[in-house]
Each structure stands twice: as C-alpha cells, then as structure tokens.
C-alpha cells in the first residue's frame, strides 16, 4: 500500500489505517482474541501498517490483542494508543490527564502492548481540569525519556491544538470526518495545514452507515453503541439516507463499493489524511483497502462534495454525557 506522512513529523504510515476498537470494543461483543489476531495479520499483509487502540477500549483487552498480533512484525508497523480517562475495577469512571496519571498509565500500556515504546501517543479527550500545557509537557517528558516517539490530541479544538503544539509538536490529531460529518474543515483542517500536522479520521464510514448496509430498519443490540446514538435513531436514518443514495450510485457508476467511495473521497481531500476504518469481518478489510486504488474524478468529487454539503445531518454525533467530552 501507498505511505503518507503525517504532517511535518516524518511519521510514514499506509495511507489507511486499522481502527482496531471494535475488535473488543463498542460493536456488540468481542472476537474471539484468535479471530482478531488473525484479522489484524490480514491487514498487515495487506499492506497496512498503521493500527489504532486506546487502553479505553476493553478497558485493556484492546491493547493486549494488539500487542500479541503485531508482536512478530513490530518493526514493520506503526502502534497508536491513548490515555485520558480514569477507571475504577476496569470500569471508565471520566476524564484524568493529571501527568502523574498520564505516566503511569503509559507504563501499563507499553507493558500490555508489550512494547518499548508507543509510536504515537494521543489524549483521547481534553480534560478540562488539566491545562493543556502540563499534558503536553507530561508526554514531552515521556519522548525525551524514550517511551514515545510521537504526540496527538482526540477531539481537541482549534485554541487546544496551538497550546499544545507549543509546548511539544503535535504529530496528529484524531477526529471523526467523513461525508456525513465535514465539521472539521471549517477551522481544524486549516490549522492542522498552518501548523503541518497530520488528520487521522475516526468513523469514516460514518460508523458503518455510508456503507450503505444499515436502513431504517436495522436493529442494534445494547451492547452496540449506535444504540444509544441520536444519529443513529430510526427517524434520522430515514432522514439521512439522501446522502447514502447518492455515494451508492456513485459507486455503482464507477464498479466500486459506496465504502471505497466514501474512503476515496476521504484520501483525496489532503495528502496529510490517514483514515483509519475499522472491521470485524476478513472481507471488508480487503474491501477497505482496495480504496486506495480508487482515483475519483473532478466531477465525482464535486458531486460528492457538493451534495454532502446540503445535506441536513439529523442527530448529533453522541448522547450529552458523551457530547460533553468534545473540545471545540
């Protein structure tokens, strides 16, 4: 597969990452730690060489697959984790990027993802109880002791990513953006430009519904977190699914997948964008990963563009006691 380099950072990953969240996490119950070994392996010899987890995800059980799977091609492969949040017998309790907290729960991480040190390390939320500047200075301390190579911010906003970026460089920042969610491009990706930092899009198939597989009458199980979604309620999905159609007849059009459309719109917008969808299933991974060769033309890029932006999305992104985790 193609590299890309994530922003000014030197940091060279295939141009489609691994979300590998919904192995254990988020999407109904687990894989089979087999199974999702053996799904992360596809993807490298796919040619993927950049994978996402977060110690949230689980909580830990993510970073330990991970660990395990690319454990024989460490030095072929580039390992995103997180911290940010606080727990209490594995259970997520808030936000804590106290730096003393940040150091030892970076200790656990490298020792569950059996490294010895984390290529990019993000702040999965702003903790507004803790200035930006003593997180990046915590993670400043954690690079220069060689335990990470790399800094990001998850969902920070415009004036969080400048603090920060002064104090230690920011490599890239993680956020959803897709055809269904374009909010970043009004004032993020023009300071990510300004400062040279990478865009690693979370969600860019819309948490599966611009694949063109979830209708009105699909049904989520609880432990499915579209379930507690507002987006993803019967009524917005009727609502939103002008916006599918149209990414469907493209594909149609041009014998692709409304996913490989919707990736592919994605990697044209900036050379520096690195999506990262993630799957349970061998098949769409190969799918995903096929988006790469997809060169939309002019027009179809226009016409993507053009009719997502008149699209009213119904329903925010998260219910409020999720909502309120977003800097912006």
Known sequence: MIKRTLGNSGLDVSALG???M????????????????????????????????????????????????????????????????AFDDDKRTGLNSRPEHIKATVEASLHRLDLDSIDLLYQHRVDPDVPIEEVA???????????????????????????????????????????????????????????GIGF????????????GSITSTTSFDASDVRSTLPRFTEEARIANQDLVDLVSAIATRIGATAAQVAL??????????VPIPGTTKVHRLQENTS??????????????????????VHGDRYPPQMQQWINR
């Open 291 to 312: 988006a790469v060769d997809i060169d939309l033309s002019p027009e179809d890029l226009a016409e993507l563009t053009e009719a997502s932006a008149q699209v009213d």
């Open 200 to 211: 690693v899009p979370f969600s860019p198939l819309g948490k599966g519904f611009l694949t």
């Open 18 to 20: 691994l979300g590998c």
């Open 137 to 195: 200075g915590a993670v400043k301390d954690l690079i220069t002791a060689g335990k990470v190579k790399h800094f990001g911010l998850s969902e920070a906003g415009v004036d969080v990513i400048r603090r920060a970026h002064a104090v230690q460089p920011v490599t890239a920042l993680q956020s959803e953006y897709s055809l269904w969610w374009r909010e970043p491009e009004a004032e993020i990706l023009p300071t990510l430009t300004e400062l």
């Open 22 to 85: 919904g192995l254990s996490h988020g999407y109904g119950a687990a894989v089979d730690q087999h199974d999702g070994i053996d799904l992360i392996r596809a993807a490298v010899d796919l040619g993927v060489t950049f994978f996402d987890t977060a110690q949230v995800y689980g909580p830990f059980t993510n970073e330990q697959l991970v660990g395990k799977a690319l454990a024989p091609v460490r030095d072929q492969v580039v390992i995103a984790t997180k911290f940010g949040f």
């Open 264 to 273: 592919a719109w994605l990697l044209a917008q900036h050379p520096w964008v």
